[in-house]
T-cell receptor
Framework: GDSVTQMEGPVTLSEEAFLTINCTYTATGYPSLFWYVQYPGEGLQLLLKATKADDKGSNKGFEATYRKETTSFHLEKGSVQVSDSAVYFCALSSSNDYKLSFGAGTTVTVRA | EAGVAQSPRYKIIEKRQSVAFWCNPISGHATLYWYQQILGQGPKLLIQFQNNGVVDDSQLPKDRFSAERLKGVDSTLKIQPAKLEDSAVYLC????????????????FGPGTRLLVL
């Protein structure tokens, strides 16, 4: 079945550092890919998404490009802030049944 | 626009007791989902409703879990009797999806109910 594998955490960074969280997927057909973020004490929020190969999703300084050739959707941010401390989930929506499959999540802590 | 509402936010019960969670999706959203998120893992789909009909409940432990969506709006998820391994966050999500929906559609999540079974 469809699945997502993302980089294990936790990840600890200093403010203004560069952040990359790796995400790879296994899927049949042409899934849509998502990054969700979960801030402490809150529910999941959509951060960005991409619906076809070579699409780039972006939001709040975060970017991710849908790479079909490497089945990847890595999340990047050039300069993180303390407020970016959260758990980040990579997810895919199957083109067969539209179900969301999540990775295990990566905890990111940004220190001032 | 109001988001997905869930209650209670926290619940502590003893094993073998019963518990119920409530969810109110975003107004007009046809599809409602319940997920279970165990600590350190990503959410896992338990059940999906389209309006008031069940689309997928293949991952729902039906011997103890039940869910309903009244009149295609609010939904309740019940656990009876609870086990220790049911300790988790229960997330409700909704999406607008109608007949034209596709894999690109966004699901909107509520804040979750954190359940601790002792």
């Amino acid at each position: 079945g469809d699945s997502v594998t993302q980089m294990e955490g936790p990840v600890t960074l200093s403010e203004e550092a560069f952040l990359t969280i790796n995400c790879t997927y296994t899927a049949t057909g042409y899934p849509s890919l998502f990054w969700y973020v979960q801030y402490p004490g809150e529910g999941l929020q959509l951060l960005l998404k991409a619906t076809k190969a070579d699409d780039k999703g972006s939001n709040k300084g975060f970017e991710a490009t849908y790479r079909k050739e490497t089945t990847s959707f890595h999340l990047e941010k050039g300069s993180v802030q303390v407020s970016d401390s959260a758990v980040y989930f990579c997810a895919l929506s199957s083109s067969n049944d539209y179900k969301l499959s999540f990775g295990a999540g990566t905890t990111v802590t940004v220190r001032a | 626009e109001a988001g997905v509402a869930q209650s209670p936010r926290y619940k502590i019960i003893e094993k073998r007791q019963s518990v119920a969670f409530w969810c109110n999706p975003i107004s007009g959203h046809a599809t409602l989902y319940w997920y279970q998120q165990i600590l350190g893992q990503g959410p896992k789909l338990l059940i999906q409703f389209q309006n008031n009909g069940v689309v997928d409940d293949s991952q729902l432990p039906k011997d103890r879990f039940s869910a309903e969506r009244l009149k295609g709006v609010d939904s309740t998820l019940k656990i009876q009797p609870a086990k220790l391994e049911d300790s988790a966050v229960y997330l409700c999500a909704s999406s607008e999806r109608g007949p034209g929906g596709g894999p690109e559609e966004t699901q909107y999540f509520g804040p979750g109910t954190r359940l601790l079974v002792l």
